[in-house]
């Protein structure tokens, strides 16, 4: 009797194991299958998509994460997570200016990047001091001029622009553009604010004209014989150089570029950056985003493709911007520009850089 039940129990054991090994794979595939399909993450970005879509497809090649992908007005992106709160889908945010980073910082959009692996690829000052944004890439404003100037000469650094000499010969875009008030308020971080003042008042008395357009327009105006000087991100130049568009080569062909205070502090430098919002529902996968475009290669195809200088240190500088030879940068103030950025503003007000 004993043998019998022992022969029973022993079969139903053997068909539960059977069916539990018939299962298992089916159960488990079906899990990992429905995991990678919850793998993604949403990306908002200021930078078009041309920019940086090629990089995100390389990421989804190499992860199986899917990038969702939007792209608006960097200004526009803060107010829509404000207004999404916390169901805002977004995971990652891609701008440019420390001025916006700070921004949404500010504004309790980000969190803080908890990886030592990105941050310690880093140079300190491209990191937020409470690590809430980094930099990814490096732009510097400064000067293009025309190449019929005859006393280029006498323009070395950015407070040179203030003198007599320059009356009615500098174009620029308005105060209420970011790139001006952070180069605004890296003079204020090392001048201080009076200094400062003096200087932009009589910076502003030297404009050609009322300050209207974007870079671009800054310098197809000096083709156009309006001015000698022009205020620009270093890359607007290249991309005109390098345009499909005869007008805007033949401008650019007209002009060089000048990088000011190579004898003391150096050019002002901004960078483009990113953050992981607050609400972010894929912290991992952003973290993952953000490893792989701090890769060398990452970074130099990046830079390459923005006519931008990469961040991280052993990444190269693409043809182009070698033939310019090593830059000395001002990257000490560049994590005092978001604090300073109100400064800058109201002084701007006040001397009438409209």
Not at 88 to 108: C, N, Q
Not at 144 to 168: H, R, Y
Not at 230 to 242: C, G, K, Q, T
Not at 260 to 282: E, F, T, W
Request: proline content about 2%; overall charge positive; hydrophobic content about 40%.
């Amino acid at each position: 009797m004993q043998n019998t039940l022992f022969f029973i129990n022993y079969k139903a054991l053997q068909s539960i194991l059977i069916l539990i090994f018939m299962f298992a794979p089916v159960n488990s595939y079906s899990h990992s299958a429905k995991n990678h399909v919850e793998e993604e993450i949403n990306v908002y970005s200021g930078r078009k998509g041309k920019l940086i879509e090629p990089m995100l497809e390389k990421f989804e090649n190499k992860t199986g994460i899917k990038v969702n992908l939007i792209t608006a007005k960097s200004d526009a992106l803060i107010k829509r997570m404000e207004s999404e709160g916390e169901s805002s889908p977004a995971d990652l945010f891609i701008t440019v200016d420390v001025g916006r980073l700070d921004r949404a910082k500010k504004m309790g959009l980000l969190q803080k990047i908890n990886s030592f692996s990105i941050i310690n690829k880093l140079p300190q000052n491209y990191i937020d001091k409470d690590r809430e944004w980094i930099g990814i890439s490096k732009r510097i404003r400064t000067v293009v001029i025309s190449k019929k100037m005859k006393d280029k000469n006498d323009l070395k650094n950015f407070e040179d622009l203030a003198n007599n000499q320059w009356t009615g010969r500098i174009c620029v875009r308005s105060s209420n553009n970011i790139y001006n008030q952070s180069l605004v308020a890296s003079m204020i971080a090392n001048h201080g604010e009076q200094k400062t003042e003096s200087t932009i008042k009589e910076i502003v008395k030297n404009f050609a004209r009322k300050p209207s357009g974007n870079d671009r327009a800054q310098i197809t105006a000096i083709s156009k014989g309006e001015c000698d000087i022009a205020i620009v991100n270093h890359y607007y130049y290249l991309l005109m150089l390098n345009s499909k568009d005869e007008e805007k080569r033949k401008a650019a062909n007209q002009t060089e570029v000048i990088f000011l205070n190579q004898d003391n502090r150096g050019a002002h430098v901004n960078i483009s950056g990113l953050g992981i919002p607050k609400h972010a529902k894929n912290y991992e996968n952003a973290i993952q985003l953000i490893s792989f475009m701090l890769e060398i290669e990452a970074q130099e195809w990046y830079a390459k493709t923005n006519n931008e200088f990469p961040v991280v240190n052993g990444a190269k500088v693409s043809k182009l911007l070698s033939e310019w030879g090593s830059i000395k940068l001002d990257e000490s103030t560049l994590k005092k520009l978001g604090d300073l950025n109100p400064n800058a503003v109201k002084l701007m007000d006040r001397v009438g850089w409209q």
